[in-house]
């Protein structure tokens, strides 16, 4: 069973508000990715980290912004939220290297809704 | 640039039948790790399966089988005698296996309906 958690699992808010999403793992994975789901259900990789002080950007540009601060945590922001925004939100860790344990484990998710 | 395709957007089966769902991937790198997850109506994405690319063997796991098979460019899922629980949107996806790869990438995901 993974270990990772997002918080909040359901959030609806306002246009214009600064919102941050939650993410912990407790595996010590090095590696962790956000992705966006939309609604029509593919999944695209917004930003990664490969460790501490790491973030890269994924293939979908977002606006929002990412922290690695400390190996567990990943947290996503949105400085201005906009309707644009509404998505699932998912969050991901992996080990890091060539290790054959190379799956993904991801969190439940964060239904963000911006009206 | 790596590309998974899951033809079939949408399935329903009456339980106790068979279901196989199809993925056929892309990719130029020469070694590469193919994965299934499952998504059920809660939302989280739940891991299945692992299969490296040098390893064709097919898999059985209780009623959940796996095909791979290289010279196809496919890694296909068979549920054997499908449950009300099985309902949920399969997903597939492709990484390469080099230390600095990160990127997997994903099928657009197969509905799955079992219907009782």
């Known amino acids: 069973e993974a270990d990772i958690y997002q918080t909040p699992r359901y959030l609806v808010i306002g246009t214009g508000k600064k919102i941050t999403l939650e993410c912990s793992q407790t595996m010590g994975h090095d590696k962790m990715y956000w992705y966006q789901q939309d609604p029509g259900m593919e999944l695209h990789l917004i930003h990664y980290s490969y460790g501490v002080n790491s973030t890269e950007k994924g293939d979908l540009s977002s606006e929002s912004t990412v922290s690695r601060i400390r190996t567990e945590h990943f947290p996503l922001t949105l400085e201005s939220a906009r309707p644009s925004h509404t998505s699932q939100y998912l969050c991901?860790?992996?080990?890091?290297?060539?290790?054959?344990?190379?799956?993904?484990?991801f969190g439940q998710g964060t239904r963000l809704t911006v009206v | 640039a790596q590309k998974v395709t899951q033809a079939q957007t949408e399935i329903s089966v009456v339980e106790k039948e068979d279901v196989t769902l199809d993925c056929v991937y892309e990719?130029?790198?020469?070694?590469?790790?193919l994965f299934w997850y499952k998504q059920p109506p809660s939302g989280e994405l739940v891991f299945l399966i692992r299969?490296?690319?040098?390893?064709?063997q097919n898999e059985i796991s209780g009623r959940y089988s796996w095909n791979f098979q290289k010279s196809t460019s496919s890694f296909n899922f068979t549920i054997t005698a499908s449950q009300v629980v099985d309902s949920a949107v399969y997903f597939c996806a492709l990484r390469p296996s080099g230390a600095g790869s990160y990127q997997l990438t994903f099928g657009k995901g197969t509905k799955l309906s079992v219907i009782p």
């Open positions: 991901a860790s992996s080990v890091l290297g060539t290790s054959t344990n190379t799956e993904a484990f």
């Open positions: 990719t130029r790198d020469t070694t590469y790790y």
């Open positions: 299969r490296n690319s040098f390893d064709e």
